[in-house]
């Protein structure tokens, strides 16, 4: 059995939400259907999102840095969203670990959205059912696709590659040796719900500057100043010209 799964690596997002518009754009039209934005200006913005980049700052001025956390449907081997469904219509795919919502079945009741420790769950106000991230089902299968666009969305539209997809189950994946090389994590595994998407680690680097080093001959932020003309010895315009 595959599961099939995002790693994000957190050192590389710059939090430029281009994976949250990618992902909206793609599956607003597509099978997941209509994804409302009711006030996407306001103060309190609404609307249906697979997708949100989380932005915090941590730490205490001037030791401060911002960390950008993209979030959706970890797609759980345990997913406690699963068996509170009272109608089936959320479910986990068997051939690729997939979690999805059934929109025929879906009572809108909530209950799955409750039981998600993540808040991965969003209720779309017209259409009355709960939606998810679908890790772009209808996507990654479409046979009319070159090989290399058949990954969700996000993952293509991440101009600093901070969004892997791959088999996690599969140990020569690409999105496997990641996780095993670089130390990613699962969010929360306390919960038990044994997470499918994975988190890479922020590395910090620092760089240490002798004060000698900050002085350079040719440093671009020194103000260029006009130098003095050399003598002239062949005739001016103004030697030839009458004003």
């Not at 051939?95 to 808040?119: H, N, T």
């Not at 769950?121 to 696709?145: A, G």
Request: charge should be negative.
């Amino acid at each position: 059995m595959s599961q099939l799964a995002l790693v994000i690596d957190l050192n590389v997002c710059v939090g430029c939400s281009a994976c949250v518009t990618s992902c909206k754009e793609w599956n607003t039209s597509g099978p997941a259907g209509f994804m409302s934005d009711d006030n996407p200006y306001g103060k309190e913005p609404t609307g249906t999102f697979f997708n949100r980049v989380q932005t915090y700052e941590v730490g205490c001025f001037p030791n401060t840095e911002t960390i950008h956390f993209p979030k959706s449907c970890l797609h759980c081997e345990d997913a406690p969203c699963v068996p509170v469904c009272p109608t089936g219509a959320s479910y986990k795919r068997e051939e690729d670990g997939i979690v999805l919502v059934d929109y025929d079945k879906c009572i809108g009741c909530k209950y799955c959205s409750w039981a998600c420790p993540y808040g991965a769950r969003e209720f779309d106000e017209h259409q009355k059912v709960m939606k998810k991230c679908t890790l772009c089902v209808d996507r990654i299968y479409d046979q009319s696709l070159p090989e290399t666009e058949r990954k969700p969305a996000c993952v293509l539209s991440c101009p600093t590659s901070a969004r892997l997809f791959g088999d996690v189950e599969d140990p020569e994946s690409e999105v496997s040796v990641a996780i095993r090389e670089e130390g990613g994590y699962q969010l929360m595994p306390e919960w038990g719900t044994k997470p499918s998407n994975h988190y890479l680690p922020r590395r910090k680097t620092r760089l240490h500057i002798h004060e000698d080093e900050l002085v350079r001959a040719d440093n671009p932020l020194k103000k260029e100043e006009r130098q003095p003309s050399a003598p002239v010895d062949e005739p001016t315009l103004d030697d030839s010209t009458s004003w």
